[in-house]
């Protein structure tokens, strides 16, 4: 059974940076897909970026590119989401998964089997 652990969420103010972890039990990321989504309140969950194991590809929402950066943890069970430069906009839920997307569809929450419980991350002065 995969089972996602997200971690790392805080309150920060802006312009500070954080970073998330996404642990997977279970086994490891090899031949997968790993993408994080938030979801702010009132609001339709938004994608923000997905790195495919195999090849390190990495892609981002239009919102977080050139802020955050998506990566490999050291373990092959895990995956950071560095976040700098953070804006109070950026305040949500952020939620890891994975799944085996094909490259077109990899920006789309339906097409990852196994989510996370999500973290909080607040920006607000």
């Known amino acids: 059974q995969v089972q996602l652990q997200e971690s790392g969420g805080a309150f920060v103010q802006p312009g500070n940076s954080l970073r998330l972890t996404c642990t997977r039990s279970?086994?490891?990321?090899?031949?997968?897909?790993v993408a994080w989504f938030r979801q702010a309140p009132g609001k339709e969950r938004e994608f923000v970026s997905v790195?495919?194991?195999?090849?390190?590809?990495?892609y981002y929402g239009d919102s977080v590119k050139g802020r955050f950066t998506i990566s490999k943890g050291n373990a092959a069970n895990s995956v950071h989401l560095q976040m700098n430069g953070l804006k109070v906009e950026d305040t949500a839920v952020y939620y890891c998964?994975?799944?085996?997307?094909?490259?077109?569809?990899?920006?789309?929450?339906?097409?990852?089997?196994?989510w996370g419980q999500g973290t909080q991350v607040t920006v607000s002065s």
């Open positions: 998964a994975t799944g085996r997307p094909i490259t077109s569809s990899m920006r789309d929450a339906n097409m990852y089997y196994y």
């Open positions: 279970g086994g490891s990321f090899s031949g997968y897909s």
């Open positions: 790195l495919r194991w195999s090849t390190l590809a990495t």
